[in-house]
């Protein structure tokens, strides 16, 4: 499949690209997919938040409406993204690399800091992450990088010249963020390693990167600690939360205490609503609701494969590549860091956590996705 996409790459087609989308093709098994996780993550954050919302903000509903209002502003952006010829992107590709650029860098100069970390940029009333936006920026560049070059892949310069740019955004991103770094570099290498025919780079690539994290975690005290008590959970006073969400998943049992009924999210987990969800999922629903979960993810990591291997053209596909690591790499590294398989990190449960911006931008790439399906030719 592959080197079929590369040939139709060599040869020039003129194709006049629409805004709107010109496919007729609508995969409604994702769409349930999606709406079914975003439904169960709103389920989720009020059970989870209800007790310290109703304390805080006189209000056991505050963080749920919250969550809502951003699901229903993802939802009705993604259905709309859906509709818009992928191909459009191309267009905007380098202007919004730019842009995004330039708020990513903004936030380490003027940005508000949460949680010990300044990661958040305010412009007027929002406030927002523009590394969530920068994981959408990368998807899009690399593909489009890659697609433009997709011939000369065999040429190590090429792939360099291609790297460049995104893994500088990439540093910015991991002076605050190396978590959310870690994730980026992860869909640099999945989308040029998909399309490119030479896998030998990117064994220099891996050892490279590993260096470079390194380098982040050592030259930054706090990231040291974090694998400390990682390593003495039970002694390390960073240790609490983590210890915390392992006493919720092992009080849950195989079919938990039932929904709403968590002990450990009336603030023994901090902001258990947050990163640690996965950890109350499992004391209210059990293994088996953790596990029905982590199966439903799965699923849609399916899907998500299926329209690679069926999209239209190598652009399409490499675009659905990106979004799927992204989603595949941040489900993995959330519940590594819930069951303390790995050293705590700050990222959210794809659909499920509370985090509007996470929320919506995930919903957008999902649009992404669906616009590529809609062109996918359905044999008769």
């Known amino acids: 499949m592959r080197e079929d996409r590369q040939d139709n790459q060599n040869q020039p087609r003129r194709k006049r690209i629409r805004f709107w989308n010109p496919g007729e093709y609508f995969d409604y098994s994702l769409l349930f997919i999606i709406l ?37 502003l993802g939802i009705v952006t993604m259905l709309l993204v859906s509709k818009v010829d992928y191909h459009f992107l191309k267009r905007l590709t380098v202007l919004a690399f730019i842009g995004i650029g330039i708020m990513t860098l903004a936030v380490l100069i003027v940005g508000s800091a949460g949680g010990g970390s300044t990661r958040w940029l305010e412009i007027g009333p929002l406030r927002f992450q523009p590394s969530e936006l920068a994981k959408m920026a990368i998807i899009m560049y690399v593909a489009y990088a890659t697609t433009s070059q997709v011939w000369k892949l065999n040429d190590w310069k090429v792939l360099v010249k291609i790297m460049i740019p995104p893994v500088i955004l990439t540093g910015f991103i991991a002076i605050e963020n190396l978590s959310t770094a870690i994730i980026c570099g992860v869909i640099i290498v999945a989308i040029l390693f998909v399309a490119s025919p030479k896998y030998s780079h990117f064994i220099i690539v891996g050892v490279i990167g ?70 109350v999922i499992c004391e209210e629903l059990g293994i088996v609701g953790g596990v029905s979960l982590i199966l439903l993810f799965i699923i849609l990591i399916w899907r998500l494969m299926v329209i690679v291997m069926n999209a239209s053209d190598l652009y399409g596909a ?63």
């Open 36 to 72: 079914f996780l975003v439904g169960f993550g709103l389920i989720m954050v009020y059970s989870t938040s209800s007790y310290t919302s109703s304390l805080d903000y006189g209000d056991a509903a505050f963080f749920f409406k919250r969550q809502a209002a951003f699901a229903v």
């Open 210 to 279: 590993c260096i470079g994290g390194a380098l982040f975690i050592l030259t930054a005290g706090y990231r040291s600690d974090r694998i400390d008590a990682w390593l003495n959970l039970e002694t390390h006073p960073k240790g609490y939360q983590t210890l915390q969400a392992l006493y919720a998943i092992g009080s849950g049992g195989l079919w938990g205490k039932g929904l709403g009924q968590s002990i450990q999210k009336m603030d023994f987990i901090p902001e258990a609503h947050n990163d640690m969800i996965f950890s």
């Open 318 to 380: 490499l675009l659905v590549v990106g979004v799927l690591t992204h989603v595949a790499v941040q489900v993995l590294i959330n519940i590594a860091v819930v069951t303390n398989t790995m050293p705590n990190t700050g990222i959210p449960l794809p659909f499920i956590s509370y985090g509007g911006t996470s929320l919506v931008f995930l919903l957008v790439e999902m649009g992404i996705v669906l616009s590529v399906a809609r062109q996918i030719k359905i044999r008769k």
